[in-house]
């Protein structure tokens, strides 16, 4: 059985269930909130300044709220070309994506932002003790028709997705390579930063034998 060693309340400042299935890996107990906040990229910023920045708000945003917890804020920006890559939404948006990326490389920004709001008093609201980072993710993408992308896309429907793929699924088959020090990154929440964060506060994880072995 996986313990940590202090008690603690964990907030993931996410609505996504991609995340909070790699969250719950961990095998900690947490409360999932989705923040209210504009996650549209603003013009004078790069890909990765504003997954960065989309992190970092997402977590403050529920930090004010929520006194005495630890707060997980995360966003990912894909680019292609420079050009950042969205969420398709439709069938069509996701066959145009899959088309321009076939047989070139996606870079993903997947940006972490821990907060640890445990110690936060009246007289410090909303100065925060906080860790943030960016874990990049490359992605080689297979040289494809437009039938084979077709067919993948009304089989596994990746409409909520950026890049219009799940890797954990069947969209690893038009996947040529991934490069990452983090392989859980590229599917929304980098769990190797994120245990690093944990333990730079004081949490660390420990494996306690049950009482049966």
């Known amino acids: 059985m996986l313990q940590t060693q202090q008690k603690f309340k ?22 999932a909130i989705a923040p209210d906040i504009n996650e549209n990229a603003l013009s004078d ?29 995360s966003d990912q920006v894909a680019t292609l070309d420079g050009e950042q890559i969205g ?28 907060i640890d709001n445990r110690s936060n008093t009246n007289e410090a609201k909303n100065s925060f003790h906080t860790q943030i980072e960016n874990v990049q993710t490359l992605v080689s993408f297979r040289q494809l ?38 392989p859980t990154a590229l599917t929304g929440l980098p769990l190797i930063s994120l245990t690093s964060m944990l333990r730079n506060i004081g949490i660390a994880f420990y494996i306690q034998a049950s009482d049966n072995t």
Do not use: W
């Not at 790069?46 to 804020?73: C, F, M, W, Y």
């Not at 409409?159 to 020090?181: F, H, V």
């Open 145 to 182: 028709s437009d039938a084979e992308l077709d067919a993948y896309l009304r089989i596994e429907q990746p409409y909520d997705c950026a890049g219009s793929a799940k890797n954990e699924g069947l969209g690893i088959t038009i996947i040529e390579k991934i490069i990452s020090d983090d």
């Open 87 to 114: 969420k398709p939404g439709t069938h069509e948006a996701a066959l145009i994506q899959l088309q321009k990326m076939r047989g070139k490389e996606v870079i993903f920004h997947t940006a972490l932002c821990l």
């Open 10 to 31: 964990l907030i993931l400042a996410s609505g996504s269930a991609y995340r909070r299935e790699l969250l719950s890996r961990l095998q900690i107990p947490f409360e």
């Open 45 to 73: 910023e790069t890909p990765e300044q504003t997954a960065l920045r989309l992190a970092e708000q997402k977590a403050v945003a529920i930090a004010k709220n929520h006194p005495d917890s630890i707060i997980i804020g």
